[in-house]
Structures are given as C-alpha cells and as structure tokens.
T-cell receptor, first 115, second 112 residues
Framework: DAMVIQNPRYQVTQFGKPVTLSCSQT?????MYWYQQKSSQAPKLLFH???????NEADTPDNFQSRRPNTSFCFLDIRSPGLGDAAMYLC??????????????FGQGTRLTVV | DAKTTQPPSMDCAEGRAANLPCNHS???????VYWYRQIHSQGPQYIIH???NNETNEMASLIITEDRKSSTLILPHATLRDTAVYYC?????????????FGKGTHLIIQP
C-alpha cells in the first residue's frame, strides 16, 4: 500500500503558467519534504515542513512555494514555470524525531514537463 | 555532513554478491552512514544505516571499517531488480528532520 502518494505522476504545463503538485501521506509523519531531481542528477532538497514550520533551503528559487494545510497533505506551487524547471519532483516524509528518525519515505514522484 | 565518494558505476552478475564501496574519510563520531537506492523512474528507497557496527537487514548488509572512514554495502544475491543508483549518505542522526543531501551515487547494473 502506497504510504506517500503523489499526484499526478506526469504533469505538463505551459511556460509561465502556475502549476501545483500534490503529495499526501498515510504515515502521520511530522516532516514532509520536496526534492527536485533533474535528468541524470541526484535529488536536491527544495524545502521541508516540520509540522507547520516551513524550512526553505537557501538556494531554492522564489518561484517555488509550498503549502501544508494539514498533517497529511503538502503542495508544491511553481508560480511561473520555466523550461529549466522541468524535472521529477519528489515528496518524502519522516518522523523527525532526531536520533529515532532513521528513514525517509519517498513517493513515486511527479514528472513535470514545461512546454 | 561529511562528504562521500562512490564509484560512478559498477556491474555485477545476477546471483552474485554486489559489493558497493563508499569512502567517507571526514566522518565525525556522531555521524551515521545511510544507504538509499533509486530504481529508474521511482522515488529513493531506504536500505540500511549504521554508526560503527556492522548491520544486516532483509535487504542488505553494511560493513563499516574500524576507523569508520569507509563502508561497503553488500547485496548478497543480486537480482535484475537490484539495478539502481545507490546513494551513500553520511549525516548526524539527530538532524534527521533536515532532509537528505544526495551525492552522485553508484549506478549498479546487474547483468543476467
């Protein structure tokens, strides 16, 4: 059974048109993450929520925003997608309990194409 | 987090043990070694982690040298489904909420 669910698996958006990617979890984990993975590269952390506290990575562009309305859901908003934003976007969760937090659970990802 | 070095690619015959090395010569005393893998077009998957003792679970074994400057992930009987990119990550466990910093990993190809 899927524990971190990302919809849709594939998303095509127009250059400059806002797009939202969604993630839900059934694990009741405190922390939810968004990673960006471009072709042939490793995943790169964009930001994460610890409960309702938002933590942005220093080099994440302002074009990327996130919302977490409740424990189960988290959204990635790209305000004005450019061609360089085409990538796989991965959502992940963890318990966030320090030394007890040994494992992150990833969704299958959403592959975003910008045309 | 300490830097890790992994070979970019490796081949292994199906049914054989796959041994994936990782160098982490600057590892600190409170940093753990984690392994994740990413099968093509899927999200990364946790495999195993350890501090200084060797660890084994249903997926793999982790051997950490006594000086902790390197480690080896062992898949005892590799199958075609083990073809993936394997990431070795060193981090302080108490910073588990901060997210993972992935290096380039090793692309393991299991040959039939």
């Amino acid at each position: 059974d899927a524990m971190v669910i990302q919809n849709p698996r594939y998303q095509v958006t127009q250059f400059g048109k806002p797009v939202t990617l969604s993630c839900s979890q059934t694990l009741n984990h405190n922390v939810m993450y968004w990673y960006q993975q471009k072709s042939s590269q490793a995943p790169k952390l964009l930001f994460h929520y610890y409960d309702k506290d938002f933590n942005n990575e220093a080099d994440t562009p302002d074009n990327f925003q996130s919302r977490r309305p409740n424990t189960s859901f988290c959204f990635l908003d790209i305000r004005s997608p450019g061609l360089g934003d085409a990538a796989m976007y991965l959502c992940a969760t963890s318990r966030g309990q320090g030394a007890m937090d040994t494992e992150a659970f990833f969704g299958q990802g959403t592959r975003l194409t910008v045309v | 987090d300490a830097k890790t070095t992994q070979p970019p690619s490796m081949d292994c015959a199906e049914g054989r043990a796959a041994n994936l090395p990782c160098n982490h010569s600057t590892i600190s005393g409170n940093e753990y070694v984690y392994w994740y893998r990413q099968i093509h077009s899927q999200g990364p998957q946790y495999i195993i982690h350890g501090l200084k003792n060797n660890e084994t679970n249903e997926m793999a074994s982790l051997i950490i040298t006594e000086d902790r400057k390197s480690s080896t992930l062992i898949l005892p009987h590799a199958t075609l489904r083990d073809t993936a990119v394997y990431y070795c990550i060193v981090r302080v466990a108490s910073r588990g909420a901060d997210g993972l910093t992935f290096g380039k990993g090793t692309h393991l190809i299991i040959q039939p």
